[in-house]
């Protein structure tokens, strides 16, 4: 059977993070009906309370291909869940990124043609520690609840939701550790960390999991988010400082927060503005699984036709799940569905 669509209008979801609750939103514009199977609270890195919609990524300012395309999107997507009454804290505030020399900002730079931006002066960005060279804003970022935006496009969809734990697959059918089996036209892997380690053995391709830790604030630490090796940001209700991510593991496990990572992430956050009057009401944890993967399931020993035929993936996004999942979850269900990319 081709890889470029399948005639059916089941779809069986593995995961409901950005990934999953993206491609069941669009399988479901499709008119597929979609079963999501959710492994429960506390598993998903979706479930970020205040996640950055950020183009340019990380201490060496690349940009993903697509990330503008990506981000408009994840922009309309919210729009059209608020239209349909979910509601979706976010701030379309833009995201300021301070660097700390000329050669950085120089670096960054380079990486920044077709990308609305422009450089503000230190003493230009509210509260910004000093010590900075100049700060990059793009008004086309800002941030979202994540677990609002995938709780709204599960809704929208009307996809079924199980809970459970996956511990068989074959073809387009699973089997969950109370014995429940689910089956479909076909099956899309979107478990992100914690769902990678539940699938079979034999099934689980190589990728990096990296655990990471957000402090929450009482208060919000601005009205746009400062990103740079850590990032502060508004949020539903106060804000955040995050993330401290671990070294890179073989397997999802449960979040620690070792001493060493609070004083870390502490530090961070009081390069990029004093902590004075911001006060820590609670933490969230999660872990990221990097190593794009989208498309035909890899299965390892199992035939590559039947990957074709009923198993598909889209896991891996690592940070930019918010920036590029429902991108690749649209094009995804085109593929699967035979059907145009919907707008």
């Known amino acids: 059977m081709s890889d470029t669509g399948l005639s059916g209008t089941e779809l069986l979801v593995v995961g409901a993070g950005i990934a999953g609750a993206a491609v069941a939103y669009w399988a479901a514009q499709a008119g597929w009906q979609v079963t999501v199977v959710d492994a429960g609270p506390g598993t998903a890195a979706s479930e970020v309370p205040s996640a950055l919609l950020n183009p340019v990524r990380g201490q060496s300012g690349k940009v993903p291909a697509r990330a503008a395309e990506g981000l408009a999107l994840t922009w309309a997507l919210i729009e059209q869940m608020e239209t349909q009454g ?42 910004l520690a000093p010590g900075w060279q100049a700060a990059l804003f793009l008004p086309q970022g800002g941030w979202v609840d994540g677990a609002a935006l995938c709780r709204a496009l599960l809704n929208v969809s009307g996809a079924r939701r199980v809970t459970g734990r996956v511990v068989a697959a074959e073809g387009s059918w699973v089997q969950l550790a109370d014995g429940t089996r689910l089956a479909a036209d076909a099956l899309v892997w979107c478990g992100g960390s914690f769902g990678s380690d539940m699938r079979p053995e034999g099934q ?23 990103s740079f090796g850590g990032y502060l940001a508004p949020a539903a209700v106060g804000g955040i400082l995050g993330a401290t991510f ?8 449960a ?48 035939a590559p036709e039947q990957g074709r035929a009923g198993q598909w993936e889209l896991t891996g996004l690592g940070s930019k799940g918010y920036l590029l999942g429902p991108l690749l979850a649209r094009e995804l269900v085109a593929r699967i569905t035979g059907e145009p990319a919907r707008s």
């Open 246 to 253: 671990e070294r890179p593991t073989a397997h999802w496990s």
């Open 204 to 226: 689980q391709p190589a990728q990096g999991h990296r655990a990471g830790t957000l402090l929450r604030l009482a208060q919000s630490p601005g009205p746009r988010p400062l």
């Open 255 to 302: 979040v620690q927060l070792p001493l060493s990572s609070l004083d870390w992430l502490l530090e961070r956050g009081g390069r990029l503005r004093s902590l004075a009057g911001l006060e820590v009401s609670g933490q969230w944890s999660g872990t990221r699984l990097s190593g794009l993967r989208a498309g035909p399931a890899d299965l390892g020993t199992a």
């Open 86 to 127: 979910q509601l979706v804290p976010h701030g379309r505030t833009g995201v300021l990124r301070p660097v700390p020399d000329e050669a950085t900002q120089q670096r960054f730079q380079r990486n920044l043609s077709g990308l609305e931006h422009s450089w503000w002066a230190p003493q230009e960005v509210p509260d």
